[in-house]
């Protein structure tokens, strides 16, 4: 793989965090190719969608950031899968206190060069661990202890606080064990192979 390839495919996913997070949709629309699907705990279709979905909740003040670590990529030809280490930051109000929800995990993107460009086919997110805090660190913060322990390990807090405020979350999604994450593993050899995505 060239370092300019590299340089590209990284740009690619620093792009997307920064462009989805500033509100900047007619740029972060350049980052995908046409058929591009997000998968997320609260969306999961296409990249035209997930940011119409985006910039509805941000015009309902919504804030979802992202911030980025190490960027690792495998490439087959005009094909590659980068793994982003990240964090999801989102503020809310959870059971009337305001909160912060920070969840640490992984972006595992399927690329593709097309006349050139690098561009997103698929965005699968890996959800590693999360917590919950409230911005006033005097504030105290009962949660259902119940309904807690009913989410995944991985992201509970987040899909606390999702579910709170009407969102569907879907509960399969991958963590740093299990599965699903297996699968997308196995998703990415076959992508690298030549393969299809599964819809």
Same mark, same amino acid.
Request: glycine share 10%.
């Given at each position: 793989?060239?370092?300019? $390839?590299?340089?590209? *495919?990284?740009?690619?996913? +620093?792009?997307?965090?920064?462009?989805?997070?500033?509100?900047?949709?007619?740029?972060?629309?350049?980052?995908?190719?046409?058929?591009?699907?997000?998968?997320?705990?609260?969306?999961?279709g296409g990249h035209a969608e997930f940011?119409?979905?985006?910039?509805?909740?941000?015009?309902?003040?919504?804030? *979802?950031?992202?911030?980025?670590?190490?960027?690792?990529?495998?490439?087959?030809?005009?094909?590659?899968?980068?793994?982003?280490?990240?964090? *999801?930051?989102?503020?809310?109000?959870? $059971?009337?206190?305001? @909160?912060?929800?920070? @969840?640490?995990?992984?972006?595992? $993107?399927?690329?593709?060069?097309? +006349?050139?460009?690098?561009?997103?086919?698929?965005?699968?997110? *890996?959800?590693?661990?999360?917590?919950?805090?409230?911005?006033?660190?005097?504030?105290?913060?009962?949660? $259902?202890?119940?309904?807690?322990?009913g989410l995944p390990e991985g992201y509970?807090?987040?899909?606390?606080?999702?579910?709170?405020?009407?969102?569907?979350?879907?509960?399969?999604?991958?963590q740093l064990t299990g599965p699903e994450?297996?699968?997308?593993?196995? +998703?990415?050899?076959?992508?690298?192979?030549?393969?299809?995505?599964?819809?």
């Open positions: 793989m060239s370092a300019a $390839d590299r340089q590209a *495919i990284r740009e690619l996913v +620093e792009n997307w965090a920064l462009w989805r997070d500033a509100g900047d949709w007619e740029r972060f629309a350049t980052v995908w190719h046409p058929e591009g699907v997000m998968r997320a705990t609260w969306f999961q940011a119409e979905a985006s910039r509805q909740g941000w015009d309902r003040g919504v804030r *979802i950031l992202h911030f980025l670590g190490g960027t690792s990529v495998e490439l087959a030809g005009e094909r590659a899968v980068a793994q982003t280490k990240m964090t *999801i930051s989102q503020r809310a109000e959870v $059971d009337g206190v305001l @909160c912060d929800v920070v @969840c640490t995990g992984r972006f595992f $993107d399927f690329v593709e060069r097309r +006349e050139g460009r690098w561009g997103l086919v698929l965005r699968q997110p *890996i959800y590693e661990r999360d917590r919950i805090d409230p911005v006033d660190p005097g504030a105290l913060l009962h949660l $259902d202890r119940e309904r807690l322990a509970r807090h987040l899909a606390y606080l999702q579910t709170g405020l009407g969102y569907p979350v879907k509960r399969d999604m991958p994450v297996e699968a997308l593993y196995g +998703e990415g050899r076959a992508w690298l192979a030549g393969g299809d995505l599964d819809a």
